[in-house]
């Protein structure tokens, strides 16, 4: 079994491989995203984020030029520094988000499917119940409410409502894998049912949890964008793409000061395709039908 | 009319005031424009009011609480009197009084044949009846003040114990005698408790008064003696008004005005695709944005206005009606703290930078275009971050446990709450550069709900002495008197500070009182309570202001000059 399964991952990595070599965009883009993740991070280190949210009413709207790279936005803070460590506060909490709701996602899907009955019913009524609710109304309120919320309680709230999705994933995935005959004669051997599931079960979807956390990524990227564009995001003092783009409601800002929101809006467009290329790459990958190479 | 503007409960970024030569070094814009053409017979005023948020839509001079519903009534305006360039009471309004200084009574006497908006004679009854309204034991409003208790039997009869308010008689069919405690100059601006505007008898007199802020002659159609009368009100949004065929002064030349809100963020783009014929609450700060069009003209004038920060030194008690002040129970009872926070302000940059000028840094509490009562020698608080400091250190807040902020002089953290309105986006970027120069200075400053606060709510927390504003950021219209009672005094729901002393009590009532009519001494009582105020910094003036007007070019004659505004009815707009 232990030999099957290293062949089969051995295989899967070629997969992979060849699928980025017949698609040059995905290719490019994965070097651009790990070159820019980087930039990003490295630059974010020399970056004192108190000194650079720092209003100086005097440098206001000042144009890209020698003492602001990329000019300033209406407080005279510096868009340069906003746009990275933005950018960094952006994957973070898209990251962050990302894992967690992935982690819930995997293991209330896995239960699900693997046990089924009782067990199944109780909890997919459950996921029913966070689904019908309106999720983006539900935070906005709750942003409103909570008086101090800092990164930390914004991803918990967004992890809140967005696990389900995977929830339901694994489940399906995993209803049908726990039929099969592997299982079956696990179980006979007297295998405890979690051993099944973490070593049996669990390693047959990870190609497709890779996909489906990959571009769950990309999209709660636009979620703490979205949101701080609304201005329901992440709180005032924190540097947020979100919040650079919002300017642009001014339609003043919108017509005479483009650098404030155009960077922003760039770097958000190239996330998300970068992310998304990637994505469909790695799920050609997994699904032979869909498979260029 | 001094009620007119003192209660306008303010956004900073709004209306405002007199030109001449207060602010030698600004921009000076017209305070009139008249363009050339062929009028048009008849035609809609479109008129914007920046606002963010709907209008709340009391119709009803006793009863409204904001300058929008203020400025949208000044279409319809109820008001008896006129006033003068000084803002004195004069004879050509509908009518004229006569004071009797020995005895302390007023007499009104209306001019024959002024007719309401349905066709029904001004009476003397109209005139009576706001006073009964105001001095009401089911009135809720803010306008029963110290002021208002001036005039004899009110309080008696807001006390129930009259059906009639005794100081207040109908002499005849024209004439209204009303006796006073006690007379001051205020009278001719206003004050003193006199009551300039009449309300609709006919109309108000079935509803009882509790019910009158929720009836249709207060929402939806209220009878008015203005120039225009409301036809059609959306609530929040805008109101129709169409001519008044009654109007005392002639019939109006056009057919009607519509006053809508318009969003801040919005009204440059209207007002430069000639949306709206006249615009106010336009802010300052937008200056640049409509500089460049050329389809409008920009009037302007200094604002009777002021904003101010204001410390929370105590309590309203509603059941006495008077103000409580507690230095103990809040942290900034302390005067060098206020006084090291008003230092520690950067006025001087806001009003540069965010209004180009157009404002000014405020030195007192009285506005400088009343240059009799102005104390221009006052310095007020200066930036200067370093002065604040070594007031702190002095007082003993120091910095114990090495977290950046200063400790009280206890030794306990000190967080003050600091309430804000939203407004544009220029208003929280003040608030945010307040906080950040407080914080320079080693205060711990947070916003109370960790963001700036609806208007309207902001007003009713603020009323409400909610226990998490600490400080807060507002602004009053003084109105044409500048007599500080009504906004400072023991028993005036205004007094937003909550703060009251022996001393200052003394001096507001020095300052409307009989010998008052000196000027001399009235204006030395002025001063020795803005130094008073100034010293104390219960409140600390952050800003005087500058109204900007833009005028579409589609208006034949408009004009916001205080002597010689444009009269509502002889607007006339242009053929294209």
Not at chain 1, 13 to 23: A, C, L, P, S, Y
Not at chain 1, 67 to 86: M, P
Not at chain 2, 407 to 412: L, M
């Amino acid at each position: 079994m232990r030999r099957k399964k290293k062949g089969y991952r051995k295989k899967g990595r070629n997969v992979v491989f060849r699928e980025f070599q017949k698609d040059k965009i995905a290719t490019i883009s994965l070097f651009l995203l790990v070159f820019f993740i980087l930039f990003v991070f490295i630059a974010s280190l020399f970056i004192d984020q108190e000194a650079l949210m720092r209003i100086n009413l005097y440098d206001r709207y000042s144009p890209p030029g020698e003492k602001f790279l990329l000019g300033t936005d209406q407080g005279g803070k510096d868009i340069l520094g906003q746009l990275i460590i933005g950018a960094r506060n952006s994957i973070l909490i898209a990251l962050a988000i990302t894992l967690l709701t992935s982690l819930i996602g995997i293991v209330v899907g896995l239960i699900c499917g693997y046990f089924g009955g009782w067990i199944d019913n109780i909890i997919m009524r459950i996921i029913d119940f966070f689904v019908t609710i309106p999720s983006l109304l539900f935070i906005i309120v709750f942003v409103t409410l909570v008086p101090k919320y800092t990164v930390t309680s914004f991803i918990l709230i967004m992890s809140l409502f967005l696990w389900t999705g995977t929830a339901r994933l694994v489940r399906s995935k995993a209803l049908s894998e726990s039929k099969r005959d592997y299982v079956s004669a696990s179980k006979t051997l007297g295998t405890s049912d979690f051993v099944i599931i973490r070593r049996e079960v669990a390693p047959n979807l990870s190609s497709l949890l890779i996909v489906e956390m990959t571009l769950n990524f990309a999209g709660n990227v636009g979620i703490e964008t979205g949101l701080s564009y609304l201005g329901f995001g992440l709180p005032p003092t924190t540097p947020s793409l979100g919040t650079l783009v919002s300017y642009a409601n001014n339609p003043a800002v919108l017509q005479q000061y483009w650098w404030v929101w155009l960077p922003a809006s760039l770097v958000i467009l190239f996330m998300m395709l970068a992310i998304n290329y990637i994505g469909q790459a790695l799920r050609r990958s997994v699904d032979v039908k869909q498979r260029l190479g | 009319m001094r009620r007119l503007l003192s209660l306008c409960i303010v956004i900073i970024l709004m209306t405002a005031l007199t030109g001449s030569n207060a602010y030698s070094k600004n921009v000076m814009l017209p305070t009139s424009v008249t363009n050339e053409g062929t009028p048009i017979k008849g035609g809609i005023l479109k008129v914007g009011i920046v606002k963010d948020e709907p209008f709340q839509g009391v119709f009803l001079a006793e009863l409204y609480e904001n300058r929008y519903d203020a400025a949208i009534m000044g279409y319809a305006s109820n008001s008896i009197f006129e006033m003068d360039g000084d803002f004195l009471i004069n004879d050509e309004g509908i009518a004229f009084m006569d004071v009797d200084q020995k005895e302390n009574k007023v007499t009104i006497t209306i001019r024959e044949g002024v007719r309401w908006s349905d066709g029904e004679p001004l009476k003397i009854e109209d005139l009576i009846l706001p006073y009964e309204i105001i001095a009401h034991p089911d009135y809720t409003g803010v306008r029963y003040d110290t002021e208002f208790k001036n005039i004899i039997g009110v309080e008696e009869y807001h006390e129930g114990k009259t059906d009639t308010i005794s100081g207040i008689q109908k002499i005849d069919d024209r004439t209204l005698e009303i006796r006073f405690k006690k007379l001051s100059p205020a009278i001719f601006s206003g004050g003193d408790g006199l009551w300039t505007y009449a309300a609709p008898s006919h109309q108000l007199k079935g509803i009882p008064v509790k019910k009158l802020i929720e009836s249709d002659a207060v929402r939806k159609n209220p009878v008015t003696l203005g120039p225009f009368k409301f036809h059609k009100i959306v609530p929040g949004e805008s109101v129709q008004f169409v001519k008044n065929p009654y109007y005392w002064k002639g019939e109006p030349k056009l057919d009607g005005v519509f006053v809508e809100v318009v969003p801040s963020s919005s009204v440059s783009v209207a007002i430069g695709s000639g949306k709206y014929d006249i615009v106010t609450g336009f802010s300052a700060t937008k200056w640049p944005e409509i500089q460049k069009y050329d389809n409008i003209d920009i009037l302007g004038r200094s604002e009777l206005y002021y904003s101010y920060l204001g410390f929370k030194l105590g309590k309203w008690d509603p059941k006495t009606r008077e103000v409580v002040t507690d230095l103990n129970s809040t942290p900034v009872g302390d005067q060098a703290l206020r006084q090291a926070m008003g230092y520690a302000l950067d006025v001087e940059a806001v009003c540069e930078v965010l209004f180009f000028n157009f404002r000014q840094r405020a030195n007192s509490l009285i506005p400088p275009a009343f240059k009799t009562y102005h104390d221009a020698s006052l310095k007020g608080y200066t930036y200067d971050p370093e002065k604040a400091k070594k007031i702190l250190d002095k007082a003993g807040y120091i910095d114990i446990d090495g977290d950046g902020f200063r400790e009280d002089p206890k030794g306990n953290k000190l967080e003050i709450k600091f309430a804000t309105m939203a407004g544009d986006t220029i208003q929280d970027e003040i608030a945010a550069y307040y906080l950040q120069n407080w914080r320079d200075v080693g205060l711990n400053v947070t916003l109370t709900n960790g963001r700036p606060i609806e208007v309207n709510a902001f007003y009713d927390k603020v009323e409400a002495d909610d226990p998490d504003i600490h400080v807060f950021m507002a602004a009053w219209g003084t109105g044409t008197n500048p007599s500080p009672s009504g906004l400072y005094g023991k028993s005036d729901a205004f007094n937003f500070s909550r703060f009251t002393s022996k001393f200052l009590e003394e001096t507001i009532q020095k300052i409307d009182s009989p010998e008052a009519f000196d000027q001399s001494y009235r204006a030395e009582q002025f001063r020795i309570w803005q130094q008073y105020m100034a010293e104390k910094a219960p409140v600390i003036p952050l800003q005087f202001s500058y109204e900007i007007v833009p005028v579409n070019k589609r208006v034949k004659y408009y004009s916001i000059d205080y002597e010689n505004p444009v009269e509502l009815h002889e607007i006339e707009l242009l053929e294209k």
